[in-house]
């Protein structure tokens, strides 16, 4: 059974920092590409960062592009997402993803193409 379960979300002013950890399990980890999204209230889930199976690639939406930082551990079948100068408006519930990948350092931004998600853990930036 695959699980992925978010860790690291909290309260946080604005202009600080929060890393937030995805633990997976019942999968191989290194055969899937993995994926950050958000989602604030009343609004839809939307893509924050994605990363190929072997780091080789990285991509980050406009909005986060330069203050967060996707990053792996395939030895420990975690992701993780450092997010520096946080902001009000990145208010939201943080979900980790995968995206099984069969070849190269492919990675989606596209939510259905994500095959697994977790719980979420909610990040909270005040001003």
């Known amino acids: 059974q695959v699980q992925l379960g978010e860790s690291g979300g909290g309260q946080v002013q604005a202009g600080g920092s929060l890393r937030l950890s995805c633990a997976a399990s019942?999968?191989?980890?290194?055969?899937?590409?993995m994926g950050w999204f958000r989602q604030a209230p009343g609004k839809e889930r939307e893509f924050v960062a994605t990363?190929?199976?072997?780091?080789?690639?990285?991509y980050y939406a406009d909005s986060v592009k330069g203050r967060f930082t996707i990053s792996r551990d395939n030895a420990k079948n975690t992701a993780y997402l450092q997010m520096n100068s946080l902001k009000p408006e990145d208010t939201a519930v943080y979900y980790c993803?995968?995206?099984?990948?069969?070849?190269?350092?492919?990675?989606?931004?596209?939510?259905?193409?994500?095959?697994?998600w977790g719980q979420g853990t909610q990040v909270t930036v005040s001003s």
């Open positions: 993803a995968a995206d099984r990948q069969y070849a190269g350092e492919s990675y989606s931004y596209v939510r259905e193409a994500y095959n697994y």
């Open positions: 019942g999968l191989i980890f290194s055969n899937y590409a």
């Open positions: 990363i190929s199976r072997s780091a080789g690639v990285r």
